[in-house]
Every structure is written in C-alpha cells, then in structure tokens.
C-alpha cells in the first residue's frame, strides 16, 4: 500500500485541482489530503498551455455557471494574485466587429454582458476603438477595461505551495489506473502502488472522463481534444496591440476566434485555432495516438458533432495547414498584418466534453456518485474561476462526502 487513512484524494495537480485542494485544506483541518498526477509538475497540461487571459465575463448565459463563476472569478483572481505578488497587467480587451452581419451579435453579447455584470463594460464607435487599439479597423467593438493577463503556472504553482504549508501532500508521476471499494473505502490503484481513502475528486482535465469511468460513473460525455495554435507577432511589430483583440465569436460554438494576446511571457500571440488533435496530449500536429483516435472515431457523438459542423471542421484543418489562410482571419482584426510579422509559437489543447447527441457542452458539468464528485467539463473560464469553482467544489464536497 503507498498510502493508508487518507481523509481525500484529489486527482489532476492542474489550477482546478489544486484550487480545490487548497480550499479544502484550509476548510477541513486536521484531515489528510492527497493530490495525485501523472506527470512531473503541476499546471502541466491545459492550465500551463494558455493564453493566460483573466476574463470578465462577457460570453455566457446569464446564469450559468459560466457567468456566475467568472464575474466573482476575475476579481477573486486579481486579489490572490495582488497578495501573493504574482504580476498582473489589466490590459483591457476589445471585441471587435469588422462587418455589418457582426453586429447584431457585438449588440446581442453587449446586453448578455450587461446582465452578467461585467464592471466597465461598454460599447465604442469606430472613432474610439482606434484610440484604445489604433490599428484596429472595425465598425463597432465592447471594451472591457478590467480584463487581464497573467502567468497562470505561477498561480497553480501558489495553490501548490499553500496547499503543501498547510499539510497537503502532492504525488507527481503518480497516474491513476484504477479503483476497488472495500468495507466503504476507496482503494484507488495508481502505477506507484494503491492508496487508500474515503473520497476522491476527480479534476483530471483531459483524462477526466476516463477517470470518472475508473470509479465507475458511467457518463455518456466524452472529452474530445481540440488543439489551438498560435503563432508570435515578431517584436519589431508588437505596437500594432496594445491589449486584447478579439473578433465577435460564432455563437454556435465555444471557441472565441483566432485574436491577438499580450502575454506575460513578454510577446504578442496570435491565435489560437481549433482543430481536431488525434491525441489527448495532442500539442503539435505529429502527435498521434492510436488509441486516442479510436476512441475519438468509434464514438457517436464525435460523427454527429461531424456531420452539424464538417464545414467549420474543414476550414480550421486548412487554416491550420496554410499560414495564408490563417493571416486573413487576423487581418480581418489588424489589416496592416503580414505573414511575415509572424513566428512559431506553441499551442494547447481544450478538453472540450461532447454529449453521445454530438452536442459540445458548453457549461461547466460537475457529475457526483457515492463518495466521489467529477469535474468533467472545465473549458475557459475555468482558469480566471479557479478560485471561486474550488470553492463551489468545496461546498459539493461538505454536502455529500463522507468525513
């Protein structure tokens, strides 16, 4: 046995998971808690491959978790930071129409905007937007003064501290392969040996919906990987952006648009993307798993999700094989951009969960069973909200889990 009497074993040391684990170690002292992940550092997957984009809320169903997590989690995540001397630049952001047919929907995000409370949101004429982005070409844009940009590793790698200082143990290289039940405990079998414990929570990211099935949740989700590309605006043309551009986004999908970011890695990105990635670690085009793809290709709800979307589908692989193609989306931003204003940059992946319908699930979907709570859906805002959904989590927990 590697670990014996354990009070709750949290799984994925990613920024959800070691928000949860911090809020529960502080909350439930004297109780032992565990995090296990199977790589060699936190924040190694999707909390560590992003834009690092504070947002405020502007896209969601009003009264969603979404909207709700965000609004409290912009300003929950600039006071942690503010206190835990983690750099924050609020940047502002515009959300930019270029053409007649984006303003029906720049109008209809500015009321859901609205009514999501999103502080200092407001809509801007031509003539202010090249005040606040000068060489930004467009009809009509929604600033949002308040959103930010911030290194996300360095906050998850906070949590981990924290979450250490109070008591908390952290197993790296520690990949979870399966679970038995005995006499009301949880016997959960990882590679390094099984650990015993009353509860477990499952913030495995990418994986979480196989994790879900090891502890046998039988869920009809499954998370389909789509990987974003960037590319880096070379630095002699960094003047073109001062803050965050984005395009009105296809309501239809909740994928925001390729944009230009100002990032704490001191650059300007362009992008990302989003095509379909064969492997669930997917962050360059040659990554393939077979087994990932099967997965993918044997699961009806991927050919539904195909058949309503094969044209958008069709046109991210061509943006994403032709550096061309990709341009004009962001000169439809910035005209003044050129193919060779850009560099390679990196990419990441979004574990976005799809129903067996072929319907991309676009809330966040916490799922519970006997003595477990399953974080199987966490897309963007999940980093900006880490804070307030380790909390929602928290609460689940006290409700349901045995202690």
């Known amino acids: 046995m590697l670990k014996e009497n354990i009070d709750l074993v949290i799984i994925g040391a990613g920024i959800i998971g070691l928000a949860t684990a911090n809020e529960m170690i502080k909350s439930e002292k004297n109780k032992n808690i565990l995090v296990l992940d199977k790589s060699n550092s936190v924040a190694s997957q999707q909390s560590g491959h992003n834009s690092g984009v504070i947002h405020s809320g502007i896209y969601y169903k009003p009264g969603s978790l979404k ?198 890695k001191n650059c300007v990105e362009a992008g990302p993307n989003a095509v379909l990635a064969t492997k669930r670690e997917g962050y360059r085009k040659r990554d393939i798993s077979i087994g990932d793809s099967f997965e993918i290709f044997t699961y009806k709800g991927f050919w539904k999700l195909a058949k309503k979307n094969w044209k958008t589908g069709i046109w991210e692989i061509n943006r994403s094989l032709r550096k061309s193609v990709f341009v004009e989306s962001l000169r439809e931003l910035i005209p003044e951009v050129n193919g060779s204003d850009l560099t390679g940059s990196g990419s990441g992946v979004r574990a976005q969960a799809v129903g067996s319908d072929g319907s991309l699930i676009d809330d966040f979907r916490i799922e519970r069973s006997e003595n477990t709570i399953h974080v199987l859906n966490a897309p963007s805002p999940g980093a900006t909200s880490s804070l307030v959904i380790g909390k929602y989590i928290c609460n689940l927990a006290r409700q349901q889990l045995e202690y």
Request: hydrophobic letters at 35%; aromatic letters at 8%.
């Open 67 to 264: 909207a709700q997590f965000c609004v409290e989690g912009r300003k929950t995540m600039t006071e942690f930071c503010e206190q835990n001397e983690i750099p924050v630049w609020t940047c502002g952001k515009l959300i930019v129409a270029t053409k007649e047919s984006d303003l029906p929907r720049i109008n209809n995000l500015y009321e859901r905007g609205k009514q999501n409370n999103v502080e200092g949101l407001r809509a801007v004429s031509a003539e202010e937007i090249r005040e606040i982005e000068p060489h930004v070409v467009a009809l009509k844009a929604l600033h949002a003064p308040k959103t930010g940009i911030v290194d996300y590793i360095k906050v998850t790698q906070a949590y981990a501290d924290q979450f250490r200082n109070n008591g908390g143990e952290i197993f790296l290289n520690t990949e979870v392969v399966g679970s038995e039940t005995t006499k009301g405990r949880i016997i959960v079998k990882t590679k390094q040996g099984d650990i015993e414990t009353k509860n477990v929570i499952n913030c495995a990211g990418l994986h979480a919906d196989r994790v879900a099935r090891l502890f046998g949740l039988e869920t009809e989700l499954k998370i389909i990987p789509f990987r974003g590309e960037y590319y880096t605006l070379k630095k002699s043309r960094e003047y073109l952006v001062k803050g965050l551009i984005y395009p009105v986004p296809n309501p239809e999908l909740p994928f925001l648009g390729v944009h230009f970011t100002q990032t704490m």
